[in-house]
């Protein structure tokens, strides 16, 4: 009989101690309760960091994060209003704002998952199909911040447009299609993005091709460039050594004229000085240039062009 007692009060001292357990729950900071019994929601939710009690067994509670909680939709492919395909990947960060709504809508993070990707993703569809490409892929019409010369070619040849709307108005206009019809369920949504923007493979070929004419019109225009600054160097350079000769030429007929001015004057005196020498001399250099060893001449007995001749070989 005493060990009977001792167990049936070893038993109920367990439960008791078990209910008392199950009768305590805590709430942190980064959670929010609600209490539910037979699955029913009962009472306020418990946002506030705390102990609290409940019925054992018969209340249940249900914890929810408190802080902000992340949805990435899936990438789609989705047409612009200029007709371009592109693949579009969005994220957004939400937070539960009304747990008892919450609960009693969407049961868990998971269902809120689901009704997200029912409400976001056909706003983001119907965003990026009202506007065109530009609009989605910049935010202002800034100039864009690059160091890669000859891009004020590739503006010329193939602008994007003029942005009147930007990404950043198109995200929140996002957000403000879809709040209201999650805030029925408790959730906020915090912030919409776009994560990544790409065109599909088959407008992929026709841009790479596109931009692969760009430099190689780029290229050309650098070589073009090139040819003509050739052209002008070796302009330059012809004119420099037509100006060099010229200069040259100037300088050596000033040398020459100086010179036979010199030897004028040279001649001048040595004929003023003795003529008949100076004849005999300019006499003797012109045999030398008329003669030669096989020459023969036919003159008169009157020429004077042996004159000097004559007079030897008369001594002879």
């Not at 009962?42 to 609290?52: F, S, V």
């Not at 960060?93 to 993070?109: A, D, M, Q, S």
């Not at 915090?190 to 990544?196: A, E, N, Q, S």
């Amino acid at each position: 009989m005493k060990k009977g007692l001792i167990f049936i009060l070893i038993i109920i001292a367990l439960f008791l101690l078990f209910s008392r357990w199950r009768a305590v729950y805590v709430v942190d900071e980064t959670k929010q309760v609600v209490v539910t019994q037979f699955g029913k929601a009962i009472g306020k939710p418990k946002a506030d960091p705390g102990l609290y009690f409940k019925i054992p067994v018969i209340q249940q509670a249900n914890y929810f994060p408190k802080n902000l909680l992340e949805w990435d939709g899936d990438p789609g492919q989705i047409p612009t209003l200029d007709k371009t395909f592109i693949w579009v990947d969005t994220y957004a960060r939400w937070k539960i704002v009304n747990p008892l709504e919450f609960f009693e809508t969407v049961k868990n993070v998971y269902g809120a998952l689901g009704r997200l990707d029912e409400i976001i993703d056909p706003a983001v569809r119907n965003f990026v199909t009202s506007y065109p490409l530009i609009e989605t892929v910049r935010m202002t019409n800034r100039e864009l911040d690059t160091f890669e010369v000859g891009i004020d070619k590739v503006k010329e040849i193939s602008p994007l447009g003029e942005v009147k709307t930007g990404r950043a108005k198109i995200t929140k206009g996002i957000m403000q299609q879809a709040q209201p019809k999650l805030s029925k369920f408790g959730i906020e949504l915090v912030d919409v993005k776009i994560k990544r923007l790409n065109y599909v493979e088959e407008v992929q070929k026709s841009v790479y091709a596109r931009m692969v004419a760009e430099r190689k019109q780029i290229a050309e225009k650098f070589r073009s460039e090139g040819r003509g600054e050739a052209r002008k160097i070796e302009g330059d350079k012809e004119r420099e050594m037509k100006r060099i000769t010229s200069g040259a030429y100037r300088t050596a007929q000033e040398v020459k004229g100086k010179a036979d001015a010199e030897a004028t004057t040279i001649y001048a005196q040595a004929y003023g000085r003795d003529p008949d020498f100076y004849s005999f001399i300019n006499t003797l250099d012109i045999y030398k240039n008329t003669l030669g060893k096989d020459s023969t001449l036919l003159l008169s007995t009157d020429s004077e062009f042996f004159k000097y001749m004559k007079g030897y070989m008369g001594e002879r």
